[in-house]
T-cell receptor
Framework: DAKTTQPTSMDCAEGRAANLPCNHSTISGNEYVYWYRQIHSQGPQYIIHGLKNNETNEMASLIITEDRKSSTLILPHATLRDTAVYYCIVRAPRTGNQFYFGTGTSLTVIP | GAGVSQSPRYKVAKRGQDVALRCDPISGHVSLFWYQQALGQGPEFLTYFQNEAQLDKSGLPSDRFFAERPEGSVSTLKIQRTQQEDSAVYLC?????????????FGDGTRLSIL
């Protein structure tokens, strides 16, 4: 499976931008980067995904480096409700298009 | 609109009992997935259906685990002769197709505790 590396935990002040990094140095050209988050006792929630261009939606922005070996998820104005575990996933046809979650980054938004 | 619905939300069973967990996917979604999430870990893929066909069951941990989706909509994950290591949250997800650029939408899971 395509591997990703994320910091175990991060803190962010409420109202500030949260920047969550992810390394995926073995990514191939046709593999997508996905971000999900999981709040305690809930199922994973889809945030955003991209192939090579930067993407933005109502929840977040995804910045993918030109060589595609890393990406950053940006929550522009973090709120307390953004406290969650954030998973960066590379989705690959060689693994049946399945999602392989790692252990993610535990983000704590501090008042 | 309705999301993915799973029932029951919580299930407690004694070791050795059989359990059945239900998943109602989003209406019209062809692809359905089951995951197992142990405490403190990320979800792990178990199996995948396209309509009623089980196309990938590579993640099922043993032959005690069985999943079905007979009419291509509702799915049931059955665990026979449960063991304590089966205690986990079981998540179901669905998507219109199992395509690289289509996200999966998850339910809130069934928390299974084996005593």
């Amino acid at each position: 499976d395509a591997k990703t590396t994320q910091p175990t935990s991060m803190d962010c002040a409420e109202g500030r931008a949260a920047n969550l990094p992810c390394n995926h140095s073995t990514i191939s050209g046709n593999e997508y980067v996905y971000w999900y988050r999981q709040i305690h006792s809930q199922g994973p929630q889809y945030i955003i995904h991209g192939l090579k261009n930067n993407e933005t939606n109502e929840m977040a922005s995804l910045i993918i480096t030109e060589d595609r070996k890393s990406s950053t998820l940006i929550l522009p104005h973090a709120t307390l409700r953004d406290t969650a575990v954030y998973y960066c996933i590379v989705r690959a046809p060689r693994t049946g298009n399945q999602f392989y979650f790692g252990t993610g980054t535990s983000l704590t938004v501090i008042p | 609109g309705a999301g993915v619905s799973q029932s029951p939300r919580y299930k407690v069973a004694k070791r050795g009992q059989d359990v059945a967990l239900r998943c109602d996917p989003i209406s019209g979604h062809v692809s359905l997935f089951w995951y197992q999430q142990a405490l403190g870990q990320g979800p792990e893929f178990l199996t995948y259906f396209q309509n009623e066909a089980q196309l990938d069951k590579s993640g099922l941990p043993s032959d005690r685990f069985f999943a079905e989706r007979p009419e291509g909509s509702v799915s049931t994950l059955k665990i026979q002769r449960t063991q304590q290591e089966d205690s986990a949250v079981y998540l179901c997800a669905s998507s219109p197709l199992n395509a690289l650029n289509q996200p999966q939408h998850f339910g809130d899971g069934t928390r299974l505790s084996i005593l």
